[in-house]
Each structure stands twice: as C-alpha cells, then as structure tokens.
C-alpha cells in the first residue's frame, strides 16, 4: 500500500496562486479501533485481540487524559501527542485574555525516534493517484 495523492485547484480569488493545482494526500475512512486491533492481532502476536483491545482502549484513555492535564506523551518511533493553541495577539500582556485571545486548541503530533520527516520522504518514491480530477 502506499500514500495516495489527489490533485486540486486552488479556487481562492486572493492568492497569488489562483488557478494552480496541488497535490495533497487521500484522506481514506480512518481505520477503527477494532480493525487496529485485528491488523496487530494478525502480526504473529501471542496476545489475543481482547487483550489488545483493553490495552489500547486503556492507552487512548490515559493519552487524552494526560494532555487534557497538559502534560505531552512521547510514543517512541511514532509521535509526541501534544496540545497546540491558536491564538490572536494582544496589545499589551495586560491586555491578553484566555476567553479573548485563545482561538482554539489543537491535538498535535510531532514524529519522534525512527519515524521522523526522512522516514515519511521516504515514501515519495511509493505515491500513487488516489482520484485524478
């Protein structure tokens, strides 16, 4: 499998690159929870899907409940999970305001270990067509 790329037009009247095409990547159905579950579980694992499933079921709990708390969460050679906020300048400090200023918060992830931009370049060699518009 590889990462499928679709074209598409640039339709903002006020960019300097109206009228251009772009690539980006097919947003394909996310995979489920339980179909994370039966992929690993067909990996050669000795621990059943059941098990799997608590562990991971237990691992997106503790995740969300940690950057909830504001901590960041390093999973080696995948990501560091952590939350990002928009917000709008102030003037002054006394001037910023959480409920004001805060547009919104983001979930971020930031490759880590092996699985880093090069990794991900890596894979340019393997892009297909998802849809040619």
């Excluded at 489920?32 to 000795?46: C, I, Q, S």
């Excluded at 490759?111 to 890596?122: D, H, I, P, V």
């Amino acid at each position: 499998m590889a990462i499928q790329i679709e074209e598409y037009k640039n339709m903002n009247t006020a960019s300097k690159t109206y009228g251009k095409y772009y690539g980006r990547a097919v947003d394909n159905t996310p995979m489920t929870l339980d179909e994370l579950v039966e992929h690993m579980a067909n990996h050669n694992t000795p621990y059943s899907p059941g098990c799997i499933k608590g562990v991971l079921t237990d691992m997106v709990k503790c995740i969300r409940h940690l950057l909830l708390d504001g901590c960041n969460v390093k999973i080696d050679n995948l990501a560091i999970f952590k939350a990002h906020i928009e917000s709008s300048p102030a003037a002054t400090l006394l001037d910023y305001d959480l409920g004001t200023n805060v547009k919104s918060i983001k979930l971020m992830a930031q490759a880590t270990g092996s699985f880093t931009r090069a990794e991900l370049a890596k894979a340019k060699g393997k892009l297909t067509y998802g849809t040619k518009t």
